[in-house]
């Protein structure tokens, strides 16, 4: 079956300038599953454009199409990495841009929540500890309870990666400088970089 429009929207660069431009199509499977193509279109280059086709999982069957629809981006919507930044209504024939507002805000919202309680949940482990008292600022990274991100120690403006899975779980990692371990590691490291 053929993808139909659903929603064009621009993603806006935190620097105030358009980066990207979604569209997503859908086509309905079944009451409970749509298969969405998105395409996103870089517009500072050609080198990052992309085009992949998910299937999407509905919460309960859909009474009509709109709905299901509105619930995928609300989905999309509430994760910080689905975005390459900060979306803006272009168009679409089936939902007006103040109903996107709406679902931007909702997803927003859920996304707050979501990291709300993994702050409340993470913020006695050890590692959360020990990054707060050095100032490296940990926030939950979004996409599991367990996923942590903070300032990478070498001053450098990337982020090391933490796992709060347990209390005894200590670990965390930078890609970038090719560092990771456990608490004693990070505290190690920082204290060579103090010196």
């Known amino acids: 079956m053929e993808h139909k429009h659903f929603v064009t929207f621009n993603q806006e660069h935190f620097m105030g300038f358009t980066c990207f431009e979604t ?53 999309l919507f509430s994760y910080s990495g689905n975005l390459h930044g900060n979306p803006w209504f272009e168009k679409s024939e089936l939902i007006t841009e103040s109903e996107f507002d709406e679902i931007k805000k909702l997803g927003s919202k859920r996304m707050n929540d979501r990291n709300n309680k993994i702050k409340e949940i993470g913020q006695n482990h050890p590692l959360i500890i020990y990054c707060t008292e050095q100032n490296l600022y940990p926030e939950p990274e979004g996409q599991s309870p367990h996923s942590w991100k903070a300032n990478c120690p070498s001053g450098r403006q990337h982020h090391i990666m933490i796992s709060t899975s ?5 670990s965390w990692g930078c890609g970038y ?7 004693e590691e990070l505290k190690q490291w920082i204290e060579t970089k103090k010196s």
């Not at 395409?39 to 999407?56: E, H, Q």
């Not at 347990?166 to 200590?170: F, K, L, Q």
């Not at 400088?177 to 608490?183: S, T």
């Open 23 to 75: 569209s997503i199509f859908y086509h309905f499977i079944s009451k409970t599953e749509i298969s969405i193509l998105r395409i996103d279109v870089c517009l500072v280059g050609s080198s990052n454009n992309t085009k992949k086709t998910i299937v999407f999982q509905l919460e309960n069957p859909v009474k009509n199409e709109i709905s299901g629809l509105k619930e995928f981006l609300t989905y």
């Open 166 to 170: 347990s209390p005894e779980d200590h």
């Open 177 to 183: 400088c090719k560092k990771k371990g456990g608490i």
